[in-house]
């Protein structure tokens, strides 16, 4: 399972959503298709354009709730005070990914930004 953890500001397009994905994802050699799914924090739930990228590129998104997050707040890579503040946790896009991917999961590199949209890849198992 691969997933892309977003972050974003208020008010993002589902451009600046699709595009911080492809940019994240470009590192690693993976496309858009590699993905099992996007994930974000439950409290982004009004955030159309986090939906709506979802279904440009027709994955499901998971709406991963504050203490499955927080459960998974060791191993993110990055600490945002903005993102401590907000939701309780040191990044919204790597501790989302992280925990919609599974016990096992791993990131692949600390989060990108793109603009107001934060986006980082998590795995579970092998892959990539």
Same mark, same amino acid.
């Given at each position: 399972?691969?997933?892309?953890?977003?972050?974003?500001?208020?008010?993002? $397009?589902?451009?600046?959503?699709?595009?911080?994905?492809?940019?994240?994802?470009?590192?690693?050699?993976? $496309?858009?298709?590699?993905?099992?799914?996007?994930?974000?924090?439950?409290?982004?739930?009004?955030?159309?354009?986090?939906?709506?990228?979802?279904?440009?590129?027709?994955?499901?998104?998971?709406?991963?709730?504050?203490?499955?997050?927080?459960?998974?707040?060791?191993? $993110?890579?990055?600490?945002?005070?903005?993102?401590? *503040?907000?939701?309780? !946790?040191?990044?919204? $896009?790597?501790?989302?990914?992280?925990?919609?991917?599974?016990?096992? *999961?791993?990131?692949?590199?600390?989060?990108?930004?793109?603009?107001?949209? !934060?986006?980082?890849?998590?795995?579970?198992?092998?892959?990539?």
């Amino acid at each position: 399972m691969i997933v892309a953890g977003i972050g974003c500001c208020k008010g993002v $397009s589902r451009e600046q959503v699709v595009a911080a994905v492809e940019s994240a994802l470009e590192p690693y050699g993976l $496309s858009p298709d590699s993905l099992s799914g996007l994930a974000t924090a439950g409290m982004k739930s009004e955030e159309k354009a986090i939906i709506e990228a979802g279904n440009a590129l027709r994955l499901p998104v998971f709406l991963v709730d504050g203490p499955a997050m927080q459960m998974v707040s060791l191993r $993110s890579l990055t600490r945002s005070s903005a993102s401590l *503040s907000a939701a309780g !946790t040191p990044s919204v $896009s790597e501790t989302a990914a992280l925990a919609a991917a599974g016990q096992k *999961s791993r990131l692949l590199g600390p989060r990108t930004v793109h603009g107001p949209v !934060t986006c980082a890849i998590a795995v579970n198992g092998e892959e990539p």
